[in-house]
Structure formats: structure tokens, C-alpha cells
């Protein structure tokens, strides 16, 4: 492949040489960075794969992402849909099929600036709710792009809670149809993907009234364009919703619908059916239509969210051995700010918990897969666990990639706000993470009442309190418990055995402790719901630290995959390390509550966080080359491989439009202002 520089770069006249400063970070590399890309990767062959497309992609100008910065709405939006036009035609000409890695890896290459994003989300639903024959009819459809399709969830009204949704799906027996309707304002569709100007389809959540019952929130496969022009269906209002704080590519959509009809057969029926007489199946349990929001969690965790991280980790960390600021000593030159502790504070936790998250994907993915290819079977035994675990997953990763990020966009100082750094889009793009596909502390508490009523129901069985009994993720809750910390000194905290083991006591007493708080209340006479609502703070602050929990033991786990490559499993060692005892020393007070750490030990805990930076800071180039994104698809000034900033920065800033199309606002208003002054002077 050649020197990674030639591979990653732009190819611009910058490239040709790397900044003194970066290159002597790269000189003497503690680890085999190749390695960790395969590592990280999934295998060489994988890595192979993936440049390979990246190649095909960054040299096609159809591509490029040059202009994105100086775009309007509507040209981000038309850029999208030519750029995913070119990939399908590019994937049919290459033979690149679906069930590879191809699509998937040039997605990588284009930072998610494609169109039709939720068209996928659509499939996903399909095949996760739909019959054999349903899927057999429409996935053909949309693979071809003969039909263009979102999914319509969220209301104007209503969001996560999907119970409180108001569309409605009334069936008519007489006709075999559904009405599908919007009764009020805040029933209008809001927010979906592609439904604002693309979408031909889409499958609509919706209350289903059969023989005037409410049987809950069902989908429904409802066109909304004609497929002749592209206008309105009768009884269909749609549009877009206008500006919002990124996504500029995305037209996010309104959908009112007016008494619209569809036929029997557009209720995907995998877990629910209607039959001609209005008689109702019921095939699934009530969460099963939760199915799609956990397929798309984890879709979006693993390619979306996640990769945001690392890419701030990259921008940053890469600026900060090439930004210079002040001095070390008085007499010394201006020092790299990455070399002040308080720079490394800022970053080393992000290049940690993006390290983290890489190993807990992986771990939750065996899981997913496992459990998903039993519910598509109807065994819904592993659905409420799936279910908890991808909400709270989804909670904490989105939360910790949305701060990190921001917090490598200040630690760039001024830079970092211009767009020109990649720093701001990733910030806002990750930021709707928060939100999108679940409101995080929503998801917290559907974590929190699956720990709860596993706790309950394991203490009104204490006999049967073993870890076959209780989930697999919660087998900890019956484990020996330490009462007490038993580390001596700050070597101590760098086991892994142990810092896993503080967290999982941690964890175990928050759950109990609001177990109790809520079993408190309902033995003072408050109803469950009102019980619930009076303990939710206690209940987040549990569903956080099981969270926490579970990504130190998956990093801690994950690391003995590397026993083959000690140099790389020393390294990554260290921020597993770093990143448990970064969560101890920011939530201090839950590990000092009940005496289980006592003051000393905290200092202890410190003292040892504070020399793994120092350790980390000589891997750090390497950590974040590993992720091994090229400079097109990192799009940054700041985040180059070859450290060359300020002439970039420079060299982009002159083709703003601001800098190329004149200043239409001198003959208006600077001269006439300007020429009204100079008599005075």
C-alpha cells in the first residue's frame, strides 16, 4: 500500500511533506499500529477490503466532499441524493452486494453525506416486522430504488413514548382496508428522514382500531407520492420541516395524513394480524415493535455514533502535537499542547472511552445477534434484556460521544470553532444522537426498570438468586460482594480485577438502593406509578453506573483477545485503565458513600490516573492512526495526517464564497456609508 501518507492524504501539495513535529511523534511507534488497525478491523483482510473501497471512492470526484462547508441547505441536500445515485450505480457496475462489507466501508469513506439514509431504517422494520410475503414484495422494491421509503414514528406531539402516538389505522371490514389518519395536530409526522421531498413511502406507527378496539401501536406500509410526479397522494400533506442544527443533507419531514386508505396486506404482520372479518392475531408480545428501534440503535451505535468519537479524537489530538502555546520552562521554546497535563486530561479520557466503545460494541453485537435470530423465530425470552441493554447502551454511548466530541472541538481553542476544522459538524451531528431514536434519560429508565424488576424479583426469590436465574447481564448482581476496597496503593488500582469489581459494587448498591427507595413508597401506600416517578433520579443514577459497569468489563475482557500482541495489549491496557479510573474519580461520591473507597484510596485512584497520562501521551498518534480514517473522509484542516495545518487552514479559507463572489453589501451600504463620513475627516 505505500507509506500511509500517500494512502490516507489528499493528495494536495501540503501532503508531500509531513510537519517536523508530527513526524518525530511517528518515529519510534511503541506498537505495530498496522496491527491495531487489523485488530480493529476485524482481521487484514478486512483492512484490505476497506482501503480498497476507500481507493475506489476518493478517486472518483463524484465523491468529493471538498465543497461541503461552503454549501446551502439545498445544495447539501441535492449533493446527497447525486452522491448516493453514483454508489448505486457504482455498486451494480462493481457487483458489490448488501451482505458485504463493501457498502458499509464506502459509507466510511463519505462521512455519512449520502441521502436516503432512512430508506434503510424502512428495510430494517420490514424485515424485523414483516411477513415472509410482505418482505418478499417490498424489500425488491426498495433494494431497486423503485419505490424510496422513511419511517414515520415520531409526532409533533409525541416521541419515545410510542404508546402515546395518535395516527390511527381503523379497519374497515367492508372494504378490507385500513384508514389511516392524522386526528389532530400533534398527530402530524415529524421528523422522519427523507420524508420532507423524497419519499414515495412510508411505514407509519399507528394506533390499530379493529371492531372498535384499540389493539396498540402496529406499521403500516402507506404511500405518500405519486410515483408518476413525485406530488402529494390524495388525503396526504408532507413537506419539510425546515433549518436545523445539522443534518443539512437530510430532508427531515412533516406527514399529515387525511382518511388515507391502504389495503389489508399493508400491516406488516410477522408479530400481529388482521384477517378479512376484522378478527385480531396476536402472534408477538406488545414489545415486539419495539424490534426496529433496537435493530436501528445498534446499527447507529456501531457505524454512526461511536466513529464520531474517534474522529474528534483524531482531529484533536493530531492539532495538539502541532499546535504550540506557550512554554514549559521560561527559557524553553513554545511547547507542543499536548505535552501540558491539562490538555491530556481534556483528551486521553475521549481516545479512552472511544477505545471503550469500540469494545463494547462488539460485545453487545454477539449478544444482538444471538437474541434477534431468536425473536425472528417468536422466542421473545431474550426481548426484554436486548431491549434494556440497547436502550441503556444507546444512553450512555450517544452521552459520552456527544461530550467528548465537544470537548476536543474547545480543547482546539479558536480553531475548533471554525467548520473548517470537521470539529462543529461532528458536534452537531452527534449531538442529535441524543435524541434520535430514543431520548436518552427515556432510555436510562427503561434500563432502570429492567434492573429494578430483575433486583425485586431476585429478592422475593432469594433461594433461586444465582446467576442462571438472573439475565446474563446482570449475573453480577448475585456475585460475592467486596465491602470494602482492598488496594494499598495506586499499582493496585491499575487490575483490572479490581477496578471491575469496584464498579460492580457500585453498581449492585445503587440498583438495591433504588429498589428499596421505591419499594419505600409503595409500602407508604403510593401507587406503583406515582411510586416511580418519585424515584426516577435515584433509578437514573443506577441505570448510569450499570452502564458503566458493563464497558469496563467488555474493555477488560476484550483486551485478553490481544494476549498475541503484548506491545498493542499494553497499550490499549492503559486505557482501559484510564477510562475506569476516570468514571471512579468523576463520580467520587458513590465509591466514598458506603466506605468502600476511603480518602486516601481516592488520592491513590488520582495519583495513578495522573501517571497513565504521562504513559499514554507517548502512544497517541499511534492510538488514533489506528482508527486509520483518511484525510477526505475526516474532511478537517486540523486533522491531517501529515500535521500541516496552517497552511491548509489557510489555502480552504480563500475559497469561501465570502472570499470569491465579491461583497455585494459595499455599493449598498459600506461605500455610500463610508463616502458620507469623509467630509468630516
Same mark, same amino acid.
Given at each position: 500500500m505505500g507509506s500511509p501518507v500517500h494512502r490516507v492524504s489528499m493528495g494536495d501539495a501540503w501532503s508531500r511533506q509531513v510537519h517536523p513535529d508530527m513526524e518525530i511523534e511517528r518515529r519510534q511507534q511503541p506498537f505495530n499500529v498496522e496491527r491495531l488497525t487489523n485488530f480493529l478491523d476485524g482481521g487484514a483482510q478486512s483492512t484490505a477490503l476497506r482501503r480498497k473501497v476507500e481507493s475506489i471512492i476518493h478517486s472518483d470526484p463524484e465523491f468529493s466532499l471538498k465543497g461541503n462547508y461552503f454549501m446551502t441547505q439545498n445544495e447539501h441536500y441535492e449533493a446527497s441524493i447525486k452522491k448516493k445515485f453514483h454508489l448505486w450505480k457504482l455498486a451494480q457496475h462493481l457487483g458489490w452486494q448488501e451482505d458485504d462489507q463493501h457498502l458499509p466501508?464506502?459509507?466510511?469513506?463519505?462521512?455519512?453525506?449520502?441521502?436516503l439514509n432512512i430508506h434503510y431504517v424502512f428495510r430494517y422494520a420490514l424485515k424485523s416486522l414483516g411477513s415472509e410475503e410482505q418482505i418478499a414484495k417490498w424489500d425488491p422494491l426498495c433494494k431497486e430504488f423503485q419505490i424510496m421509503a422513511t419511517y414515520a414514528q415520531t409526532e409533533l406531539g409525541h416521541g419515545t413514548h410510542l404508546q402515546g402516538l395518535e395516527t390511527e389505522a381503523t379497519y374497515d371490514a367492508n372494504t378490507q382496508e385500513f384508514v389511516v389518519h392524522s386526528p389532530t395536530i400533534t398527530a402530524t409526522k415529524w421528523w422522519p428522514g427523507d420524508l420532507g421531498r423524497t419519499a414515495t413511502h412510508a411505514l407509519v406507527l399507528a394506533q390499530l382500531i379493529c371492531s372498535g378496539v384499540r389493539r396498540g401501536i402496529h406499521a403500516f406500509i402507506v404511500p405518500v407520492r405519486s410515483l408518476q410526479d413525485h406530488t402529494p397522494l390524495p388525503g396526504v400533506t408532507a413537506g419539510d420541516i425546515g433549518p436545523k442544527m445539522g443534518f443539512e443533507h437530510s430532508d427531515n419531514g412533516f406527514?399529515?395524513?387525511?382518511?388515507?386508505?391502504?389495503?389489508?396486506?399493508?400491516?406488516?404482520? /410477522?408479530?400481529?394480524?388482521?384477517?378479512?372479518?376484522?378478527?385480531?392475531?396476536?402472534?408477538?408480545?406488545?414489545?415486539?415493535?419495539?424490534?426496529?428501534?433496537?435493530?436501528?440503535?445498534?446499527?447507529?451505535?456501531?457505524?454512526?455514533?461511536?466513529?464520531?468519537?474517534?474522529?474528534?479524537?483524531?482531529?484533536?489530538? /493530531?492539532?495538539?502535537?502541532?499546535?504550540?502555546?506557550?512554554?514549559?520552562?521560561?527559557?524553553?521554546?513554545?511547547?507542543?499542547?499536548?505535552?501540558?497535563?491539562?490538555?491530556?486530561?481534556?483528551?486521553?479520557?475521549?481516545?479512552a472511552t472511544a477505545y471503550a466503545f469500540h469494545f463494547l460494541g462488539s460485545s453487545f453485537l454477539e449478544f444482538y445477534q444471538r437474541a434477534y435470530s431468536a425473536i425472528l423465530d417468536r422466542d421473545f425470552s431474550l426481548l426484554p434484556e436486548l431491549h434494556a441493554l440497547s436502550s441503556g447502551l444507546k444512553a450512555m454511548i450517544s452521552d459520552f460521544c456527544t461530550q467528548g466530541t465537544e470537548l476536543c472541538r474547545r480543547a482546539c481553542g479558536g480553531h475548533g470553532y471554525s467548520n473548517l476544522s470537521g470539529l462543529p459538524s461532528l458536534v452537531t451531528r452527534v449531538t442529535a444522537s441524543c435524541t434520535y431514536e430514543g431520548e436518552n434519560t427515556v432510555l436510562y429508565l427503561q434500563m432502570a426498570r429492567f434492573l429494578v424488576k430483575s433486583f425485586l424479583q431476585a429478592q422475593a426469590s432469594p433461594g433461586s438468586t444465582s446467576k442462571g436465574s438472573l439475565p446474563q447481564s446482570l449475573a453480577y448482581l448475585s456475585a460475592p460482594d467486596l465491602a470494602r476496597c482492598p488496594a494499598r496503593r495506586a499499582a493496585d488500582f491499575l487490575h483490572p480485577e479490581l477496578y471491575t469489581s469496584a464498579w460492580a459494587h457500585v453498581a449492585v448498591r445503587l440498583i438495591r438502593d433504588s429498589g428499596h427507595h421505591l419499594q419505600t413508597l409503595l409500602q407508604s401506600g403510593a401507587d406503583w406509578h406515582e411510586a416511580w416517578n418519585q424515584t426516577t433520579v435515584i433509578h437514573l443514577q443506577a441505570a448510569k453506573a450499570h452502564c458503566y459497569y458493563v464497558a469496563v468489563k467488555s474493555?477488560?475482557?476484550?483486551?485478553?483477545?490481544?494476549?498475541?500482541?503484548?506491545?498493542?495489549?499494553?497499550?490499549?491496557? /492503559?486505557?482501559?485503565?484510564?477510562?475506569?479510573?476516570?468514571?471512579?474519580?468523576?463520580?467520587?461520591?458513590?465509591?466514598?458513600?458506603?466506605?468502600?473507597?476511603?480518602?486516601?484510596?481516592?488520592?491513590?485512584?488520582?495519583?495513578a490516573y495522573l501517571d497513565l497520562l504521562l504513559l499514554i501521551r507517548k502512544d497517541a498518534i499511534s492510538l488514533t492512526d489506528a482508527f486509520d480514517f483518511t484525510d477526505q473522509c475526516l474532511n478537517s484542516a486540523l486533522g491531517c495526517y501529515d500535521g500541516n495545518v496552517y497552511e491548509r487552514l489557510f489555502h480552504w479559507a480563500q475559497k469561501s464564497p465570502t472570499n470569491t463572489q465579491g461583497n455585494p453589501a459595499y455599493e449598498k451600504y459600506i461605500r455610500p456609508l463610508l463616502q458620507s463620513s469623509r467630509s468630516k475627516l
Open positions: 466501508y464506502a459509507h466510511r469513506a463519505l462521512s455519512g453525506h449520502l441521502a406527514l399529515r395524513l387525511d382518511h388515507v386508505r391502504v389495503p389489508r396486506e399493508n400491516m406488516l404482520s /410477522r408479530f400481529a394480524q388482521v384477517l378479512p372479518d376484522g378478527t385480531y392475531i396476536k402472534l408477538g408480545t406488545a414489545q415486539s415493535n419495539y424490534l426496529t428501534m433496537v435493530v436501528t440503535r445498534v446499527e447507529l451505535l456501531l457505524t454512526e455514533i461511536v466513529p464520531i468519537l474517534q474522529k474528534a479524537c483524531v482531529i484533536a489530538i /493530531r492539532y495538539s502535537v502541532v499546535r504550540r502555546q506557550s512554554q514549559l520552562r521560561p527559557s524553553g521554546p513554545e511547547a507542543k499542547v499536548l505535552d501540558f497535563q491539562t490538555q491530556q486530561q481534556k483528551l486521553f479520557p475521549q481516545l474493555f477488560a475482557e476484550g483486551l485478553k483477545k490481544l494476549d498475541n500482541e503484548p506491545a498493542i495489549q499494553q497499550a490499549l491496557k /492503559r486505557l482501559c485503565d484510564l477510562f475506569a479510573l476516570h468514571g471512579i474519580l468523576s463520580n467520587t461520591g458513590d465509591f466514598l458513600h458506603d466506605g468502600f473507597l476511603s480518602g486516601p484510596q481516592v488520592d491513590a485512584v488520582r495519583a
